[in-house]
């Protein structure tokens, strides 16, 4: 009885100095920051433009080359990463789930919410990802912005044997609601694999189809980037946690999905959006960029704080890839 005692009051200790040394790197991380964020745009310089990302990443994928440590403090505070549901006024009611069998959802209305001009944001989690940014263009354009999004439902599953009933039924009531609401533009997404597979390329397939699907229409489908494959705040809560082991490098494989999407969609009679270059470069993807935390989880959804960043570039971007359709 004595052994076991001892051996509880050994692991306690133990857990006792793992939760103040956490504690101490999160109280580094969530200091206050001295000026406020700036907002991320391509650089001016023909360098930066040909390297096809933006400087501010470039300039952290070198810092992870050299080791460096991670900066601090950083936004946003590391309980607060998770999700969009429930800002912007976008009610739950305005989401849909895979794992419900309701298939509509209610039509919501963000940004410059009476006006004629309509953005549709359709997709799933990795196309909610993006609100912040799409919100923040519409409301510098003067636009409206009405999602619909099912979570779970990711492109995979639109079209092919992969997608549930609910799920395929969803994807055909959110291009009649399209069709019914004459958007200016419709930006079409969702989660791709990195993984070679028949599951990701019927993702591929997904996104090409509801292109073609809406090429009477405005239609830019925008590319989902390689992300990070470790949960951001157990990497920087880490011990001896620097730039680069909270960066990560992809196989050139992992890059494969993206490329198609990107050379088909065009021929689907749509624009194409590239991301990957507000998020990663030469196959690296760091989970800070500046000071600002990238990444929200594992499973390579943006962090809020910086999807509103990247809005300038995330617009550029846009009109770049609604000319290049006309």
């Known amino acids: 009885m004595l052994v076991v005692a001892v051996c509880m009051a050994a692991v306690l200790a133990t857990a006792g100095v793992s939760l103040a040394g956490i504690g101490r790197a999160q109280r580094r991380f969530e200091g206050q920051l001295a000026a406020p964020v700036r907002p991320l745009r391509f650089g001016s310089s023909e360098a930066s433009t040909a390297r096809g990302a933006l400087p501010a990443v470039i300039a952290a994928v070198e810092a992870a080359r050299r080791g460096a440590p991670i900066p601090s403090p950083l936004t946003p505070r590391l309980g607060e990463l998770k999700g969009s549901e429930g800002k912007?006024?976008?009610?739950?009611?305005?989401?849909g789930r895979n794992r419900s069998s309701v298939v509509r959802t209610k039509i919501c209305r963000l940004g410059n919410r009476s006006s004629r001009k309509v953005v549709v944001l359709m997709g799933d989690s990795h196309a909610l990802m993006w609100l912040p940014a799409v919100v923040r263009t519409a409301r510098r354009d003067g636009s409206a912005v009405v999602p619909l999004v099912r979570l779970g439902c990711t492109p995979a599953k639109w079209t092919s044997r992969f997608g549930s009933d609910a799920c395929q039924e969803w994807y055909r009531w959110a291009i009649s609601e399209i069709n019914r609401l004459r958007?200016?533009?419709t930006l079409v997404g969702g989660s791709i694999g990195e993984l070679p597979g028949p599951f990701t390329q019927a993702g591929i397939d997904g996104v090409v189809t509801a292109a073609h699907t809406l090429r009477n229409r405005p239609v830019v489908v925008f590319g989902d980037p390689e992300g990070l494959d470790q949960d951001p705040v157990d990497c920087l809560l880490s011990p001896n946690a620097t730039m680069a082991t909270c960066t990560t490098t992809w196989p050139a494989s992992s890059l494969a999905a993206y490329d198609e999407i990107a050379r088909r969609v065009p021929a689907a009679g749509a624009g194409f959006l590239r991301t990957r270059g507000f998020v990663c470069f030469k196959r690296q993807c760091p989970a800070v960029v500046r000071r600002t935390i990238v990444w929200a989880d594992a499973s390579s959804h943006l962090s809020d704080a910086y999807s509103?960043?990247?809005?300038?570039?995330?617009?550029?971007?846009?009109?770049?890839?609604?000319?290049?359709?006309?």
């Not at 912007?88 to 989401?95: F, N, Q, V």
């Open 88 to 95: 912007y006024g976008l009610s739950k009611d305005c989401i």
């Open 183 to 185: 958007p200016r533009v």
């Open 308 to 326: 509103s960043q990247i809005a300038a570039a995330f617009r550029a971007g846009l009109l770049s890839a609604t000319r290049t359709r006309r």
